[in-house]
């Protein structure tokens, strides 16, 4: 075995060398990687061997381009240096891949003549996830592979694809068994070999894409059929002129094509937002002080007490993975009744498969008795929002639970310290603030009491993981986060109306901005009237609430509703709004959209800046990760402590006391904003 530098190695077995990188944790394409890929290749293809395999040590094959350090990427030897050296190959070169073979990583992968996969790898190209295409050939290789059709929803959707799917649309040429990857490898290469096999270069390949020349209708129905969803979104539209190339040009013009685009895309702020991004949601998962190898409990039985909307859509998570849950309630109809909305929104939810539903439900079981929970390793309480409730359960839990389960409260408001001290052990007692549906939603606050200890924390993370959740630590205060933070915006609609904005157009400024809402469309979904209003204020919608309109649910809300729930303007509304205005005395402002947009904003900026000073939030990006997955907060802006910091504190501070003096003060700047503005500093570290 020779070094050929500090993450390559090349042996020799038999006629086939071996070239092995082990560049922990994901083997991405650094200078040092890249180094070790061309000198290997060249030493390989000097050598006397008849093939060559690459593999790699670690968890994974090559997760693509190293993001922490795309501008890295300019210097040689390039992918496309590595990639040249294997497509002038004069023998086989076969790529065995586990773990995920991802972006960077596949476009070397497919430059091999020969994919070799365990069942359990991963093939994708996922740029665009961080507002990039593929900037390696594969716009160009993978249409030529799999025909364009395959190749655009691949690459749009970012999606990887598992090996078996690989293995019968002809990507991966044969799946090694899970444990022996390097030793099937090498058979499959001799067997290359002794069948003295034609090399398959996918550049070269055309048969794929010959039927799909001069005629431009795939590519207009699939533009036309993405427009919505990647609406504003830069990648996309390049991803798909690309994928065109491939199909109407030459292999070496539609490659110059694709390195122009991922050049300009690698420049976007969309990408620098969404690279941010990737970080900030790894980073959340990290507790200062705690150890990383803290060891979580182990999981296995789950309690949820309350069947209602939350209850239910929590426990969906977890019979989601396998994992039986006991649901408490306290009356036999309420059970029943809960029990039968989760099935009902299994047998709604696409695709589903009646075996599955049947499956999923199997590992429900309904009780009316706290004891039934004794088993249980977790147990999420979701009754109704009340601090004396949410006590009396707690105490009632602590009773029935074995020692060293993990007692957690969905409250989104209310003190977990307050709660935890209803128990006897308030250090495994936790907050799980799911996001409604509970079942959909991407976010969910782990929320961390004075008392909370660093294995319950743990616990709490992990599962995270498990039921596919974002997952961002709070400490204890009002909303927690991302509720706390949204506030301040949602309060200001009621004086948005009183300055005579109609709701479409506040609406149309902040859906343009990238939300996939404003404001008043999402109260008109989530309910008017589950929203309290401080005590003794009557607001807007208050009014309307009290004139029956709740809302998509009854009676309509800012806008009326068509059988379909496309909302339409409403005389109703715009009455109640007016009559309200009216007897208020306000005056009709003229406000810009601009300003619109800049008081929705940095409205929640503030309130940002004082949920990190109050410690809430461990760092300014969890609050980021927060806002995106819990308001959908467009990821191509960073998240709104991001986007201050593209803005400009000194800005931001500047707008606010403007708006301030206009407005009220609301609007006051933060001591923390003030002062990181004063220091010219940012809330985020650089990307
Ligand atoms: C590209 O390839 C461009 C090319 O087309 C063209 C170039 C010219 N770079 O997620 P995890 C770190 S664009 C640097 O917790 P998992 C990550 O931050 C790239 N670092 O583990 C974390 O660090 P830490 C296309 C990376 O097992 C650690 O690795 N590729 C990268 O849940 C473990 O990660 C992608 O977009 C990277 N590329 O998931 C793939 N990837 O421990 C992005 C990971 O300090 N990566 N790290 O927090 C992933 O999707 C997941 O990380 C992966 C592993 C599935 C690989």
């Not at 180094?35 to 968890?59: T, V």
């Not at 407005?663 to 990307?687: I, V």
């Amino acid at each position: 075995m020779t070094a050929i530098n500090a993450v390559t190695d090349l042996s020799l077995d038999g006629e086939v060398a071996v070239l092995t990188l082990n560049s922990p944790p994901v083997n991405a394409l650094s200078l040092t990687v890249r180094e070790g890929l061309f000198e290997g290749f060249k030493q390989a293809l000097a050598s006397s061997a008849r093939a060559i395999l690459l593999i790699c040590d670690g968890p994974t094959f090559i997760a693509g381009a190293d993001i922490s350090n795309l501008a890295d990427m300019l210097k040689d030897p390039s992918i496309e240096d590595i990639q040249k050296l294997m497509d002038g190959a004069d023998r086989p070169v076969v790529a065995a891949i586990h773990g995920t073979a991802l972006g960077g990583g596949l476009e070397i992968a497919l430059c091999a003549n020969f994919r070799v996969a365990v069942p359990s790898a991963k093939l994708g190209l996922p740029e665009v996830n961080l507002g990039l295409l593929p900037g390696a050939g594969g716009t160009q290789r993978l249409p030529r592979a799999l025909g364009p059709q395959k190749a655009l929803e691949m690459i749009t959707s970012g999606k990887p694809m598992r090996a078996p799917e690989a293995l019968a649309l002809g990507l991966v040429d044969e799946l090694a068994a899970e444990d022996a990857l390097r030793a099937d490898a090498l058979t499959f290469a001799r067997k290359v070999l002794a069948e003295a096999r034609p090399l398959v270069r996918l550049r070269n390949r055309e048969d794929k894409v010959a039927a799909f020349r001069g005629k431009p209708e795939l590519f207009e129905a699939f533009r036309a059929s993405t427009a919505k969803n990647f609406r504003g979104q830069l990648a996309p539209g390049w991803i798909v002129e690309c994928v065109e190339a491939a199909v109407e040009k030459p292999f070496e013009d539609g490659l110059a094509l694709e390195k122009q685009r991922f050049f300009q895309a690698a420049m976007s702020p969309q990408s620098a937002a969404r690279r941010y991004y990737f970080f900030a949601e790894r980073n959340a998962q990290k507790v200062p002080g705690a150890p990383a190898e803290t060891a979580a409990r182990k999981i296995a039985r789950v309690g949820v007490i309350g069947a209602g909307a939350m209850g239910g859509g929590i426990a969906m998570n977890f019979a989601n993975i396998g994992v039986p849950v006991t649901i408490i309630e306290m009356k036999p109809e309420a059970l029943a009744h809960g029990l039968s909305v989760i099935r009902g929104n299994y047998e709604r939810s696409r695709g589903a498969r009646p075996e599955e539903t049947e499956k999923r439900m199997s590992l429900l079981q309904g009780s009316l008795d706290m004891a039934d929970l004794k088993d249980c390793d977790l147990v999420i309480e979701a009754v109704f929002e009340n601090l004396e409730v949410k006590k009396q359960v707690f105490g009632k839990l602590d009773q029935a639970c074995k020692p060293g389960a993990v007692l957690a409260s969905n409250t989104s408001f209310l003190n977990l310290n307050e709660i935890a001290a209803a128990t006897g052990r308030p250090q495994d007692v936790i907050g799980l603030h799911f996001f409604s549906p509970a079942q959909v939603m991407p976010l969910l606050e782990i929320v961390r009491g004075d008392k909370t200890s660093p294995e319950t924390l743990a616990t709490a993370i992990e599962l995270g993981k498990r039921i596919r959740k974002t997952t961002v630590i709070s400490r204890v205060g009002p909303g927690f986060i991302a509720n706390r933070v949204a506030s301040p915006r949602l309060a200001e609609i009621n004086s948005f109306l009183l300055e005579g904005l109609p709701p479409a157009r506040v609406d149309k400024v902040l859906y343009e901005f990238g939300f996939p809402m404003g404001p008043f469309a999402m109260l008109d979904l989530v309910g008017l009237d589950v929203i309290a209003d401080p005590p003794g204020q009557e607001t807007i919608r208050s009014r309307m609430v009290a004139a029956g309109r709740r809302g998509q649910k009854g009676g309509g809300g800012f806008y009326d509703y068509d059988a379909q729930r496309n909302p339409q303007p409403s005389p109703a509304a715009d009455s109640i709004i007016e009559d309200f205005r009216a007897a208020a005395g306000a005056a009709i402002k003229e406000v810009s959209d601009e300003e619109i947009l800049e008081r929705s904003l940095y409205l929640e900026v503030n309130e940002g800046a004082k949920v990190l000073e109050e410690g809430i939030a461990i760092r300014a990006s969890d609050i980021d990760v927060a806002m995106i997955n819990g308001y959908g907060w467009p990821v191509d802006h960073g998240g709104p402590m991001y986007y201050a910091d593209q803005i400009g504190l000194d800005k931001v501070v500047a707008k606010l006391k403007e708006f301030e003096l206009k407005y009220g003060p609301q609007y006051r700047p933060a001591p923390r904003l003030e002062r990181l503005a004063a220091e010219g500093q940012k809330f985020t570290a650089k990307p």
